[in-house]
């Protein structure tokens, strides 16, 4: 598997939220990780992909909701997610595709 492919597998989407908008204004980015994904990995897939130079790496995870699916009960995926600040002057257009 090549290195671009395996960054793929780290990110695995762009968030765009209210919460994720301000955090832009903050120099942040705010993107869905693999699960099992470590700070570094992160790290370093986003600079790979963007070719911007990162600054620090704050993950959380979303426990997954108890839900009703069709009457049946249900849960949701547990969701990670990464908040990358980036160092002053780089930038990343979360609007437009990887």
Do not use: C, W
């Not at 204004?25 to 986003?46: C, H, L, R, T, W």
């Not at 009457?71 to 990343?92: P, S």
Request: without cysteine.
């Amino acid at each position: 598997m090549s290195a671009k492919a395996q960054h793929y597998d780290v990110i695995r989407k762009p968030v765009i939220t209210e919460k994720a908008t301000m955090a832009s204004e903050a120099n942040a980015v705010v993107f869905e990780v693999a699960i099992d994904s470590n700070k570094p990995q992160i790290k370093e897939a986003v600079e790979a992909l963007f070719n911007v130079k990162v600054k620090a790496v704050n993950t959380t995870v979303t426990k997954g909701k108890v839900k009703r699916f069709k009457g049946q009960l249900g849960k949701r995926k547990d969701v990670k997610k990464a908040y990358v600040t980036l160092e002053e002057g780089n930038t990343i257009d979360v609007s437009t595709g990887l």
